[in-house]
């Protein structure tokens, strides 16, 4: 969720695809499938994602614990810890999985959301198989295939194939429509498997929902191959194992570089880096901390989780399409366009209204002591979750088209390293303080740092250009 696409994404996901070699849908040797039959996939994997979001804490609760709802002593820290280690596995894992699928999308469309589709449905099996064994490794590994197949990567996949649309208005409504229904699945989703008495029945869901994903991919969804790919990316032989270190060390360390031409702008790359940390582990410190301290079963986390998906789509809702359209009309009758500086302002000013509604959320979070606080609290916490699209959206403005790529490639890798850190610090925390809710004044704090980070960038941005 915290890759809501915004129009400046878009505009650079079509410019890095131009360089490409795509056949059209009008080439006699291969005939391209319509972006659009890739939205079903959306709402059919979120549906089953989002299945097990919540039934996967109390599983793992009735595994570690004797009593899963009152984890006691050594079982909650042991709890918070594993659940911790595993969340930054399956992050470190998503970071190495991208580099492959990239390709795969690039190449064959049907053939890189399949291999996604197939992964992630093993976590759900893993996860079943965890709890029929009454072993916590099992279940845990499911997490591996998570992050080899995480919503990050779907997103990405599904983005490749709505860029390569005739124009840059059918690929940013196809990204909005996408995200739309990514989040009608995610808040949905856990509200029905919460109504099962028994939480396995949630992940025979998942697997049921992945199977019709994998059915509507075979029989609506031609395979598409591209005949001809740039050597210079894909088709090189590596012999020489040093030079592909080399070239790999490269190709990491090249996003950073535009901070590097432009110093003031590592600010931006801080603030998104500090919020990554928080995000990549807020949902899943909640519910271990739900699960621990309020006994909250599988379907009270997923009341919890449909709680917030849903304001957040609302909220996506009004921020990307209500509110943008009544604007352009207001100034059509009144003032004409927005000025570039204008749409700056605008969008740093929702991404610190998010940021401060996260900051007092997480404070909330930590002097709560009754359950109905918690799905109270849980509403206002996810209008932070489409901070990350004010703030690329932001820092774009800054850059001329052509460097707006780069720019976001940069701050991609900033949130990459936050989500790695992000269940190291906040996780290994509630580890130690699992008697406690201080893992969410720490979150608070560094939700701070990414508010400060932010605002202290404009102001030198300001002053030095």
């Known amino acids: 969720m915290r890759d809501v696409d915004h129009d400046e994404e878009v505009a650079a996901l079509l410019q890095s695809g131009s360089s490409a070699e795509i056949d059209v849908p009008n ?46 002593g050594t079982e909650t820290s042991k709890y918070a810890g594993l659940v911790a280690a595993s969340t930054c596995i399956a992050n470190i894992l998503g970071m190495f999985a991208l580099g492959g699928l990239q390709k795969l999308a690039i190449s064959n469309r049907k053939g890189g959301l399949l291999l ?6 093993m976590s759900s099996v893993m996860l079943l198989v965890g709890v029929s064994v009454n072993n916590i490794y099992v279940a845990l590994s499911g997490r591996v295939f998570e992050g080899l197949a ?98 790999w060390l490269k190709t990491a360390n090249s996003p950073m570089k535009i901070f590097q031409a432009n110093p003031f702008h590592i600010f931006t790359g801080a603030s998104l880096f500090f919020y990554n940390i928080v995000q990549s582990y807020m949902f899943q410190a909640l519910m271990v901390h739900t699960s621990v301290h309020f006994g909250f079963t599988g379907r009270s986390n997923g009341f919890v989780l449909s709680i917030a998906h849903s304001v957040a789509a609302t909220y996506i809702f009004v921020t990307i ?9 207001i100034r059509s009758n009144y003032s004409g366009a927005e000025t570039r500086s204008g749409s700056r302002v605008r969008d740093l000013v929702l991404a610190l209204v998010s940021l401060t509604v996260q900051i007092l959320s997480l404070v909330a979070l930590g002097l709560a002591t009754r359950s109905w606080q918690i799905y109270c609290i849980a509403a206002s916490l996810a209008v ?20 707006k790529p780069a720019a976001l490639a940069a701050l991609a890798m900033m949130e990459t390293l936050g989500s790695v850190l992000g269940p190291v610090v906040l996780g290994g925390l509630q580890s130690y303080l699992s008697q406690d809710a201080g893992v969410f004044y720490v979150a608070a704090g560094l939700s701070v740092a990414s508010f400060l980070s932010l605002a202290v960038g404009y102001v030198v941005g300001r002053a030095t250009l």
């Open 27 to 72: 080439s006699p040797q291969n005939q391209l499938t319509a972006p659009t039959y890739f939205l079903p996939i959306a709402l059919l994997a979120a549906l089953a994602m989002a299945s097990t979001a919540a039934t996967a804490y109390f599983a793992y609760a009735t595994i570690l614990c004797n009593d899963a709802q009152h984890c006691e």
């Open 116 to 121: 996604w589709v197939l992964f992630r449905s």
């Open 321 to 329: 399409f209500a509110v943008p359209n009544i604007s352009r009309r």
């Open 150 to 247: 995480s919503d990050n990567l779907l997103h990405f996949s599904l983005n490749a194939v709505y860029a390569q649309s005739p124009n840059q208005d059918t690929a940013s409504s196809l990204m909005a429509y996408s995200l739309a229904l990514y989040m009608i699945g995610i808040s949905v989703s856990p509200f029905i498997a919460g109504l099962f008495a028994n939480f396995t029945v949630s992940f025979f869901m998942a697997l049921g929902l992945f199977a019709a994903s994998i059915v509507y991919l075979q029989v609506f969804v031609r395979a598409s191959w591209i005949e001809q790919v740039p050597v210079g990316e894909f088709g090189r032989k590596d012999v020489d194992l040093r030079s592909t270190w080399k070239r």
């Open 384 to 403: 932070g979750l489409c901070t990350p699209s004010f703030i690329k959206a932001y820092s774009t403005s800054w850059f001329a088209s052509v460097e």
